[in-house]
């Protein structure tokens, strides 16, 4: 195994945290794909501005706020398209093969 492999899956733990407490924090992803390692960070990082600035880390709240539910508004009306599309597909049988390949695409994006 390469050494920079071995060295980050030794640095890689796993915790025990209840169902309701990673509802919670899933709630708190920015983006869909966002790691929770990242969430974990950005939490963190919030607590340490707090502590010195809390007007500071207010602001902090409300831009990752921002950020979020522009975000997830985003990925919300993309993943509509993509069923509205899989609902027309369903509906009608005999779309051609471009038109299939179309709406592959799309949900790929």
Do not use: H, W
């Not at 990082?45 to 831009?63: D, G, K, M, T, Y």
């Amino acid at each position: 195994m390469d050494s920079g492999i071995s060295k980050l899956v030794q640095d890689i733990t796993t915790i025990k945290i209840s169902r309701a407490t990673k509802a919670r924090i899933d709630n708190l992803r920015s983006y869909r794909r966002e790691s929770y390692e990242e969430i974990m960070e950005k939490i963190f990082n919030v607590l340490n501005i707090c502590r010195i600035n809390p007007e500071q880390a207010q602001e902090r709240l409300i831009s990752i706020d921002r950020e979020r539910k522009r975000n997830l508004k985003g990925s919300d009306a993309k993943n509509q398209e993509a069923r509205k599309d899989k609902v027309e597909i369903k509906n009608n049988g005999n779309k051609s093969v471009s038109q299939v390949n179309k709406l592959i695409d799309k949900l790929r994006r």
